[in-house]
């Protein structure tokens, strides 16, 4: 890919949340919704409406969790596998070694033999043995969450958040790795020279003792990974093997050099901690800016222009819910000239669904992307349900809290709103990344990707997703894929349609339950992040610290700037109204509000 179109392809695992550029808020008045009177039938329903949801647009579903974001580009398939035979300390076990990186086998195909969240590109390529198979993160990386139930059972929250997910770990153990083999040398020849030799006889060691090591010999309706398949795979590598493997090595060291630079940037002081990882979280750069920083070291002027394509601020943010898209969809003016009304990604900068998909997709830097991955998201996430919360619900105290909603809460948090707020007292440090220079390059770059005469095909039919939006043509319109950067010094305030999977709270998860959301003078400096129990009464994930826990880590709010978790967290007059956030002297009603959120 081109280092420019890399540079400015911006954000992000994060922007495929969902976000629309407007600046004013909706005339029309909120509806609120009812409690229903039967809160387990009620349950019943919402989970067998996204059931029958998810098997209608299982196509889609499939392009959302299983295929890879390039046919011809990313981490060679077979190089993947290796990795946990070249150096097992860094990787969890055989039958699923990206688990240590919090991705998860899928309960729905015993036998697959990755993780859901990483896409295979056999899945999309018509000609099945044409080329090696390569992988990539694909979108439920991000956004298909746990929570464990009452009866201990682990529950898939489709659309959620996938708060084991960490991106920057993944990276460093990669690398780690690679130094594994390499260790202290630094001419590049002979770098290349002791991985190539590496990987070469971890595949001679998994030929000879295990046949089926790599695609388990997996085999449903849409795929054939058997034994032969897996025999022709491994020839095609082997007929370029040397350069598959020193491009792969080079791309990974660059990406995590690279990364480091960002940090040096952005988190000075904070290094070694964010070389860690936080699990559910990224930085809203992604890879994008830090590869084409990479590109761009050759002399002294270049090294100083890079110095611009790295944001100047941090970006670090939570994985967000992106299902119920059709609620915070924009809508054109009367001339069809801007867009307006609607909201929902963090900072709402990318208004059309296709280009805030595909940024999703350019984030990670690789060539030829199949923008179809981004088309079928635009088909899943319109309608796709909130999950519904999976306890018990005090129907009688939860009407209490409608009340409270639609006097406090339903004028902000009504579907289409995209007023920007910055007043609330929250960091803003997400909401400064995207300056003018990555705003011009990420709109010249999407605009390279699909255009409105860019052509695929989508079943069995030639299809031009950017050829239009909500009836209007995208011709001549290109500087509406991202609206102007001051707009959106601020965040949005995003309908609530499962807001319970989307604790901890902030745009940066610093609050760990809707009840320190409400009473602020209690929100701990610290807590546990990334549990799957649930705490049911204040409404987010197990997070207290004081409480043994095995899985999850501690976040401290106190570290860096950027993690503050101060903001809405005092009263906001408007005219003559005044909207009550801060319930510390009203906590009764802080939980019927609570309980009643449950509900939503």
Known sequence: MNIFLTAFALPLLLLTGCGHDALEAPDT????????????????RRQTHKRDYLQEHSVAYDWFTRFA???????????????????????????????????????????????????????????????????????????????????????????????????????VRVYNTLKKVFADETDRGI?????????????????????????????AKDINFSGDYEQQQIALFKSNAHDTIIKFANAAENEYLSYAALLNKNYDGFQEQSLKGFAGMADATGISATSAYSGLQDNFFSRLFASYILPSSPGISDFMTVWEQDKRKASWDSEHESLINGGGQWNGNIPIPMYRNLAAQLTLGLENNDIRVAAFGVELL?????????????????????RLFSENCAQCHQPHNGKIYSNLGTNLDRSFVVNWLIRKGGIEGFYQQCSPDTEVEMYGKKFKPCAEFDGVSLQGKKNLIISPSARHHGYNARPLSGIWAQAPFLHNGSVPTLYHLLVPAERPESFI??????????????????????????????????????????????????FKLDWSDDKPSAMALIEYLKTL
């Open 29 to 44: 008045p909120p509806v609120v919704r009812e409690v229903p009177a039967n809160w387990s039938q009620e349950q019943q």
């Open 69 to 171: 974001f390039s046919e011809t580009d990313g981490v060679p398939f077979i190089l993947l596998k290796l990795l946990p035979i070249i150096a097992p300390e860094y990787w969890g076990g055989q039958d699923n070694f990206l688990q240590v990186v919090g991705l998860n086998n899928d309960p729905a195909r015993p036998g697959y033999p990755l993780a859901t969240g990483i896409g295979i590109s056999a899945m999309a390529r018509s000609e099945k043995l044409g080329n090696i198979d390569y992988t990539s993160f694909t979108c439920a990386a991000c956004h298909i969450g746990r929570v464990r139930t009452p009866q201990g059972e682990l529950q898939l929250i489709e659309g959620g958040v996938n708060s084991e997910f960490n991106i920057v770990q993944y990276r």
């Open 382 to 402: 319109a309608g796709l349900p909130a999950s519904v919360y999976p306890f018990d619900v005090d129907v009688a105290l939860a009407e209490k809290g409608q």
């Open 529 to 578: 992040k990334s549990r799957l129990d649930y705490d049911s009464k204040l409404l987010g994930f197990a997070w207290d610290k004081q409480q043994s826990f095995s899985e999850g880590y501690l976040f401290d709010t106190s570290s860096f700037p950027t993690f503050s978790n101060v903001g809405h967290d005092r009263d906001i007059e408007a005219g003559d109204k005044v």
């Open 191 to 219: 770098k290349n020279t002791l991985l190539v030799n590496a990987f070469m006889a971890a595949l001679q060691k998994i030929e000879s003792t295990q046949p089926h090591y790599f695609y388990n010999d997996y085999q």
